[in-house]
């Protein structure tokens, strides 16, 4: 039987348990959500603010650009036809990366795919101008700080890394989008994984820090801090996804946005 709770859980369970179900999950991700993300969509989140709107990575042309978590891979789609920039996508699921080959396959389009552990990218020092990832990698690594220090490495001077991820607020609430998920019900400062196993096996992992952690990791990684992002819900957005929805999203953040520039 399928169990979830909230109990410690290392770095090894959490990369194997975190691979094999975005495995399983891409062909049905990508069928539930594709039509909000676009099969070329740069979105940073729930709330459905895209970089074209907001221009946090700040990408320009003649750029490198490195997408960590990429899934799909329509982030960097997007920005290899907004932009004269070389695009690499990578992800630790082989599952999320044939995804991205389907839709390169039916766009008739060619992006460069990696597989690799956000952690441990298979990149130069200072080999890349900007990375990025949107709601990839940070929650589902046992340590996000390794994330943030990667990142500052492959970044060249004045390179920027920018994720978003769960606003750490979320956790205090209920993962519901009715008026359930606007009653706290456990500590903002539990940092206690969330996980879920079948039959003892761990088969999927978040990791919760709060949004003093965050910052703290990306300057202990060498990085400024530059911008934190909070978007709002806006009107146009009608829709639910998981514990995100119009109603919390008025009431409570539901997406928090990390720029950094390296020194």
């Known amino acids: 039987m399928s169990k979830a709770a909230r109990r410690p859980v290392g770095a090894a369970e959490t990369v194997a348990a975190n691979r094999s179900w975005w495995d399983a999950e891409a062909p ?45 891979a329509q982030c960097s789609r997007w920005l290899a036809g907004a932009h004269d920039v070389r695009v690499v996508a990578s992800d630790l699921s082989a599952g999320m990366l044939r995804t991205a080959r389907a839709i390169d396959a039916a766009a008739g389009s060619v992006l460069p795919l990696v597989q690799c552990d956000g952690a441990a990218l298979p990149l130069a020092d200072a080999s890349v101008d900007r990375v990025f990832t949107a709601y990839g990698v940070v929650p589902f690594v046992a340590d996000s700080g390794a994330v943030l220090r990667e990142a500052a490495r492959v970044l060249r001077p004045g390179g920027r890394f920018v994720f978003s991820t769960s606003h ?10 009715g008026p359930e998920g606007l009653t706290a019900t456990h500590s903002y400062f539990d940092r206690t994984p969330y996980v879920e196993s079948e039959a003892g096996v761990v088969t999927y ?57 390296k020194r």
Do not use: C, K
């Not at 750490?168 to 989008?177: L, S, Y």
């Open 28 to 72: 049905g991700y990508h069928h539930e959500h594709g039509a909000f993300l676009g099969d070329a969509g740069f979105v940073w989140g729930p709330e459905g603010w895209t970089e074209a709107e907001l221009d946090l990575v700040g990408v320009r042309d003649g750029m490198t650009v490195l997408e960590i978590g990429a899934g799909g």
């Open 168 to 177: 750490p607020v979320r956790w205090a609430f209920p993962d519901v989008p």
């Open 205 to 261: 992992v978040e990791h919760h820090r709060t949004l003093g952690d965050l910052v703290r990791q990306v300057v202990a990684a060498g990085l400024d801090l530059v911008d934190l992002v909070e978007p709002e819900w806006p009107e146009r957005n009608t829709e639910e996804w998981g514990g995100w929805s119009p109603l919390r999203g008025r009431v409570l953040p539901g997406t928090a946005i990390l720029v950094a520039e």
